[in-house]
């Protein structure tokens, strides 16, 4: 397979809604500018307090902040989402589990992971669904494509200690990168490495690559949402 | 004079280097946008404190990821600065005051407070240059244009107590605003209003006011820095 020499890694958290936004740019972007783009499902809480930073939501002013910045941000993104009236930040962690135990299944590409991903992410941020239990987790992939088959295997391979351990060493990577919030991408090209965090980084992330930011609709740049 | 209906506010603190990008930025947009751009020097430590905040600076991994964005960001900007090797936060209360009496002091327009907080930065980012002192604002404000008489007076002034109150109050109008840090930037058009933190929304900015984004040079939109 050709390689363009550009890696990006994404570190993300299904609980992440600026992760959700970065992860829909990259996909658009992914053959316009020729990245070999790599998912790396992680948890969050793992790097919030594992950097010792703390979770923004917790100011008041900054919470205020975030929900006005999405609502704009996602109808520019065209990610819709809304902001779910309990803001209680519930667990992802099985979440996390049963698309990390499907990156390890998924010998060949990453299209269920991608497609699982952003399922998990309508129901979170756009129908406010549960993502906690196994039934909503079975939903999510049988809506993304799985068979009943496979997404039994998944979620028993998910409740697994190697499936454990390795959400927690994908995490453990994205530390090792200082990371201390997602989105968080790892940018290689031609030998360079360069971090960004947050959704709002691309036309950066364009200049560092060489490449063009056109908005984040690459294929429509001058529609306007 | 004819107004365009687009106002901008942009709260800012020369300790804050991302608010000088905000600010070399607006300048660059004042005229291609339209915008009646607002300068509201005020005091960091008082809207990372009064809002409960923390600065970012105090956790190494973010400390770690803001050198290496900086660096970026600064060279895409067309805003050259180098990353003190003292990053102990010296207080730039003194300065702000200065900056605050020029704009009390400058009835019409902005010029002299846009020139003397550019000169305030560059000494803070570029130069590595003491703002503490009186003699060291005396410089920057000569450097900016001011007659030795006028930085006189100003300096003066700056220590009076009115000045000191108008400072604190434009410090409390950010956080009332809900500011948790800066650039603090409040665009108003045609009667809605919508808050910006940071130097990564022009974009959104401008999707909000109708107008364009050229990227960090719009006088050169092709231009690689």
Redesign the interface.
């Known amino acids: 397979m050709f390689s363009s020499g550009k890696v990006v890694q994404l570190f993300y958290d299904v609980a992440s809604p600026y992760s959700w936004l970065a992860f829909e740019v990259l996909c658009r972007y992914r053959n316009v500018w020729n990245i070999d783009l790599k998912f790396k499902p992680a948890f969050l809480p793992g790097v919030i307090y594992g ?4 979770p923004a939501g917790m ?4 919470l ?2 975030i929900v ?2 999405l609502t ?2 996602s109808e ?1 993104f065209g990610v819709p989402m809304f902001q779910p009236s309990d803001l209680s930040d519930k667990d992802t962690l099985s979440a996390m589990r049963f698309v990390t135990a499907l990156a390890e299944k998924e010998k060949e590409g990453d299209m269920l992971v991608e497609r699982v991903s952003r399922e998990l992410w309508k129901r979170k941020w756009r129908t406010h669904q549960d993502i906690t239990q196994p039934a909503s987790l079975t939903e999510a992939g049988l809506k993304a494509g799985l068979s009943a088959n496979v997404v039994k295997e998944i979620l028993s391979l998910s409740k697994s200690q190697p499936i454990k351990d390795k959400l927690k060493s994908v995490t453990q990577e994205a530390l090792e990168y ?3 919030g997602f989105p968080f991408i790892v940018c290689q090209v031609n030998g360079k490495a ?5 959704s ?2 691309f ?2 992330m364009a ?2 690559m060489g490449e063009k930011w056109m ?1 984040p609709h690459p294929n429509k740049p001058t529609a ?1 949402m």
């Open positions: 950097s010792g930073n703390q100011n008041p002013s900054k205020t902040y006005s910045d704009l941000l520019y200082k990371c201390f360069k971090v960004f965090f947050g709002d980084r036309e950066l200049y560092f908005g306007h």
